[in-house]
């Protein structure tokens, strides 16, 4: 048994003699322990300079941001300054390599994240008329088509798609979802009614006569859905926007930031004079996004609005419809009892 205890541990301390050389091979940066290059902060505003400390001695360094490539030749320095005027906001790469003076390369890769530098202008509305509103509506989607408004609810056994009497706030025509299904956003196209559900990753879509005609699949989460023109914009729950063909083919993808950062939770949408309009879930906050750049150039407080008793967790501000004949937004919630149209005085241009 002696015999073989020292076999073991003569096993045993050879694994741990080749793991630390493996180990030191791995964390083997620089004389000083560091890596190639190192920043301050990851997060930068547009129009800031990074500063890129080099933290080895190199006979020559370039620095590719993304795909382009700006090259420091035949110098020996320990910063490099990197310009992001006419960058686009959200995340980015920067590899930097250098030669040392042995000759031998290096490279490392830092990620960064630009944000926008100018806050969201607050904008004004005033409210116009109130309608009734069904409590017993879990609202997930609010569309216009002509001058008839149209509504989806979520919860499981719940979910519905609804043509909606505006003055009065009854449901002309019903349409339940099975119930595996938690409804989300609606949006019309081409007299195509799309439906969004929560995690199943289906999108029906139905005639103007609520007749199912095709169930197309997604791979995220399932929020708000709008519409420019013929494309779909959908949003997960992220600070993502997707943009799809009708046939459900995605085109397209922005991240939504605002001077502070990632937008996180967009959540029902409505696109409105070439913006993007979207609730931020579980606040009393609408932001206007522009889709091209993704970047929030205004924000609506709605807590004036918030009917008396108001969850934030449930009951949360949800709906938004925009009604172009009128140039009058129309907001409401989930269970709320009261849609609200509005105008609103000052949109960020």
């Known amino acids: 048994m002696a015999g073989l205890s020292s076999w073991v541990c003569l096993v ?123 409590t017993s509506s879990f609202t997930q989607g609010l569309e216009f088509h002509g001058k008839t408004l149209y509504e989806s609810t979520g919860l499981h056994k719940e979910s519905n798609v609804m043509q909606v009497e505006l003055e009065t706030g009854s449901i002309r025509k019903s349409v339940p979802l099975a119930e595996q299904y938690f409804g989300e956003g609606i949006t019309i196209v081409n007299d195509k009614i799309y439906q969004l559900t929560w995690l199943s990753g289906v999108c029906f879509r139905y005639s103007m006569d609520f007749k199912l005609e095709k169930m197309f699949p997604y791979h995220t989460q399932g929020w708000g859905l709008t519409h420019r023109d013929t494309t779909l914009i959908m949003s997960d729950g992220t600070n993502k926007l997707y943009f799809y063909t009708p046939g459900f083919k995605l085109k397209s993808e922005v991240a939504v930031y605002d001077n502070n950062g990632p937008v996180n939770r967009l959540n029902e949408l409505e696109y409105a004079n070439g913006y993007v309009f979207a609730n931020v879930w579980r606040t009393n906050r609408i932001v206007q996004i522009d889709p091209a750049s993704g970047i929030v150039v205004g924000v609506m407080h709605m807590d004036p609005i918030l009917p008396p008793g108001t969850s934030k967790e449930d009951d949360v501000l949800n709906g938004i419809a925009y009604q172009p004949q009128e140039k009058a937004f129309y907001i409401t919630g989930k269970r709320w009892p009261t849609l609200y149209k509005l105008n609103v005085s000052q949109i960020a241009l």
């Open 12 to 134: 045993v301390v050879s694994c741990c003699i080749v793991w630390g050389c493996q180990q030191a091979k791995k964390n083997d940066t620089g004389s000083d322990g560091a890596g190639l290059a190192s920043l301050a902060t990851t997060t930068y505003h547009l129009g800031d300079t990074i500063i890129i400390g080099i933290n080895q001695s190199l006979a020559h360094v370039s620095i590719m941001f993304d795909n382009k490539e700006e090259r420091l030749v035949n110098q020996d320095t320990h910063e490099v300054r990197i310009g992001t005027s006419g960058q686009t906001i959200g995340p980015h790469q920067l590899i930097v390599r250098g030669i040392a003076a042995d000759q031998k390369p290096l490279a490392d890769t830092l990620n960064i994240e630009l944000w926008p530098t100018t806050p969201p202008l607050t904008l004004q509305y005033s409210v116009v008329k109130s309608y009734p509103h069904q």
